[in-house]
């Protein structure tokens, strides 16, 4: 009788560990996050603008393997003006934009885009907290390219989305992220490298 409750005690135990730690060890499925990216963009093979392009990215993940998941998202991008200030003899300051010169060639000052993101991530782990990523999928673009506000280009479709980088995850479900991604919209592409956040739930 003894040695039956003894067994079965060490059973509920050796369970109760086995299973907490397996919990522990698993990772959530769901996580949301952000990043913000700096590069350039191209405009029907012209060199990449000079300005630069920045980048605002929000996602949603499902792992649906320990090494594979779906992402969706959605980016925003516009070119970044830079400006030329001086102060005059009264001590006053005044800023102009230096953009003057036109962007791809083409008299663009001003870049507008969006993308919608529906992709695959892959995850290679290094250890218990890095790991490398890679991304390949589809995106809805839309862009509008504009000289003195007034419109020039504009087009919207379905383009190329890829993405790589490394992550690391602390134990309390945030993570941190930095890669690299590329749009492809058509006649107009970005190149940038992000840095983000996450969070596992």
């Given amino acids: 009788m003894g040695t039956k409750i003894s067994f079965s005690l060490l059973l509920a135990v050796t369970s109760t560990f086995s299973l907490s730690l397996m919990a522990d060890t698993l990772r959530k499925p769901y996580s949301i996050g952000g990043h913000i990216a700096s590069g350039g963009a191209e405009f029907k093979g012209s060199e990449a603008d000079g300005d630069g392009i920045v980048q605002v990215y929000g996602f949603y993940n499902y792992d649906f393997t320990q090494n594979f998941a779906i992402e969706v998202g959605l980016n925003v991008g516009v070119d970044v003006d830079e400006w030329d200030c001086y102060e005059d003899r009264h001590d006053d300051w005044y800023c102009t934009t230096a953009n003057q010169d ?7 000052d001003d870049v507008e885009y969006s993308n919608l993101v529906a992709a695959i991530k892959g995850v290679l782990p290094l ?6 990523y890679g991304k390949v999928g589809a995106q809805l673009y839309e862009y509008e390219l504009r000289s003195n506000r007034h419109l020039l280009f504009e087009d919207d479709g379905v383009g190329l989305y890829l993405a790589i980088g490394w992550q690391y995850e602390w134990g ?6 930095a890669g690299f991604e590329r749009y492809e919209m058509g006649s107009l592409e970005s190149t940038a490298a992000n840095v983000g956040i996450n969070y596992n739930f």
């Fill in 102 to 108: 036109s962007l791809f060639g083409v008299g663009v």
């Fill in 172 to 177: 309390m479900g945030l993570g941190m992220s």
């Fill in 127 to 132: 250890n218990n907290r890095n790991s490398l």
